[in-house]
T-cell receptor, first 112, second 110 residues
Framework: DADVTQTPRNRITKTGKRIMLECSQT?????MYWYRQDPGLGLRLIYY???????NKGEISDGYSVSRQAQAKFSLSLESAIPNQTALYFC???????????FGSGTRLTVV | DQQVKQNSPSLSVQEGRISILNCDYT??????FLWYKKYPAEGPTFLIS?????DKNEDGRFTVFLNKSAKHLSLHIVPSQPGDSAVYFC?????????FGTGTSLTVIP
């Protein structure tokens, strides 16, 4: 099993719909992150969490919300999806500030 | 504003030759730098890192160089192999969060 699992792997949704992307990890890491990847823009941080009671906005949090249900689970929600949220979304974990990330395999989201 | 930049979207290199991937940053507070490698349909994986107190770190075929005065980071792959074909992201951090570059797609031609 993968250390960081993202579901779904692919999703097509309509404008205005609510959608949740889920992430779970078996690494035992406290820190979890959500990034989106767009062509020409690299990876941009949406939200991050250093423990269950800690949620922080990243560079591009508008239009997104997150929930840290447990140490191992970190969900990303789009309350009302719009086409410019079409992107590849990655969840990542790390166990200390300067540690390298462990990334999930990504969720490809298309908003039509 | 992009704090970490990779100005070459793509690079092609012959097998056996050296691949040099470049990265520039603007924030002088960054104190730790990393390179990630990404294959299609997979998440990025950690490759190599360097602390700002060093100017070089080597791991097998991979060497990262840091020039703090120029705010420039480079990754050297010698010799390049076809399996190195992937997208490479550089990243920098002050401690709490990482900032990623836009990626360079490396193709190693057999």
């Amino acid at each position: 099993d993968a250390d960081v699992t993202q579901t779904p792997r692919n999703r097509i949704t309509k404008t205005g719909k609510r959608i949740m992307l889920e992430c779970s990890q078996t690494k035992g890491h406290d820190r979890m992150y959500w990034y989106r990847q767009d062509p020409g823009l690299g990876l941009r941080l949406i939200y991050y969490s250093f423990d269950v009671k800690d949620i922080n906005k990243g560079e591009i949090s508008d239009g997104y919300s997150v929930s840290r249900q447990a140490q191992a689970k970190f969900s990303l929600s789009l309350e009302s999806a719009i086409p410019n949220q079409t992107a590849l979304y990655f969840c990542a974990t790390s166990d200390f500030a300067l540690g390298g990330y462990t990334f999930g395999s990504g969720t490809r989201l298309t908003v039509v | 504003d992009q704090q970490v930049k990779q100005n070459s979207p793509s690079l092609s290199v012959q097998e056996g030759r050296i691949s040099i991937l470049n990265c520039d940053y603007t924030n002088s507070m960054f104190d730790y730098f990393l390179w990630y490698k990404k294959y299609p349909a997979e998440g990025p994986t950690f490759l190599i890192s360097i602390s700002s107190i060093k100017d070089k770190n080597e791991d097998g075929r991979f060497t990262v160089f840091l020039n703090k005065s120029a705010k420039h980071l480079s990754l050297h792959i010698v010799p390049s192999q076809p399996g190195d074909s992937a997208v490479y992201f550089c990243a920098a951090t002050t401690g709490n969060q990482f900032y990623f570059g836009t990626g360079t797609s490396l193709t190693v031609i057999p």
